[in-house]
């Protein structure tokens, strides 16, 4: 995304949650962290007199996008959301739709199971509730402190990664059921790949519900309209 604004002349700012301790280089200055709320937003936009907000937060960072759609409206600020499409089941699928990470460790119910936990490290104390399963789980950055589960495998890498891979790493780890974010676009969505190719079922959880926004799932139609508005600043 900062490369694209760049590339098109346009002055901005990169907002970043700070979830990541090593976030991928970008050529726009960045700023890390909450805002404080609504009101906090309202006036940080205010302050650095932002025009157009492109919200491209994780799908699943729903109080961001929530405070973002109100904090531009009071504002008048023209406001675009930016996701990944979401994956769809295909025919021969064994998905479980779970509507949030109560609901998959609820899902994980009964005897010992190889499982595949694909949903970073935030949720992860979640997940004592079923401590009589191994979990494998691959994390951006290295843990900071002992995990809350007591049988892991963990990999530090980051994405995207391939389906090839995922297909290798699920056979050599003995995989028998992934649990994953619906977080959709195609950066992530080699252990899905992967899980289909060999038969493994997916505890899929289902995104949060939003207000209604406007939406684009492609990194040139947040472009377009942003050329459309012609915008001298954005974020």
Not at 36 to 59: N, Q, S, Y
Not at 84 to 91: D, F, G, I, L, S
Not at 186 to 198: E, F, P, S, V
Not at 210 to 222: C, D, I, K, N, Y
């Amino acid at each position: 995304m900062g490369q694209a604004v760049v590339e098109a002349g346009l002055d901005g700012v990169l907002s970043l949650a700070g979830r990541v301790a090593r976030p991928l280089r970008q050529p726009l200055p960045q700023r890390v962290g909450g805002f404080g709320g609504i009101d906090g937003l309202r006036d940080w936009l205010r302050t650095e007199r932002i025009t157009h907000v492109i919200d491209a937060t994780h799908p699943f960072a729903a109080q961001m996008s929530r405070n973002a759609v109100a904090a531009c409206a009071a504002e008048r600020v023209p406001y675009l959301a930016l996701t990944r499409a979401p994956w769809v089941a295909q025919a021969g699928d064994a998905w479980q739709h779970v509507p949030d990470i109560a609901g998959a460790v609820a899902a994980l119910k009964g005897p010992p199971r190889r499982v595949m936990l694909a949903i970073g490290r935030q949720h992860l104390a979640a997940f004592a509730a079923q401590p009589q399963h191994y979990y494998l789980l691959r994390l951006v950055d290295p843990p900071e402190a002992p995990l809350p589960l007591p049988r892991t495998h963990v990999i530090v890498d980051r994405g995207p990664f391939t389906e090839a891979a995922d297909h290798a790493l699920m056979r050599a780890q003995g995989i028998d059921l992934v649990i994953s974010k619906n977080s959709g676009g195609t950066g992530a969505q080699a252990k899905i790949l992967a899980a289909r190719a060999l038969g493994l079922p997916v505890v899929m959880i289902d995104r949060p519900a939003l207000p209604a926004r406007a939406e684009v799932h492609e990194l040139a139609e947040a472009m377009a309209w942003l050329a459309h508005d012609g915008t001298p600043r954005g974020v």
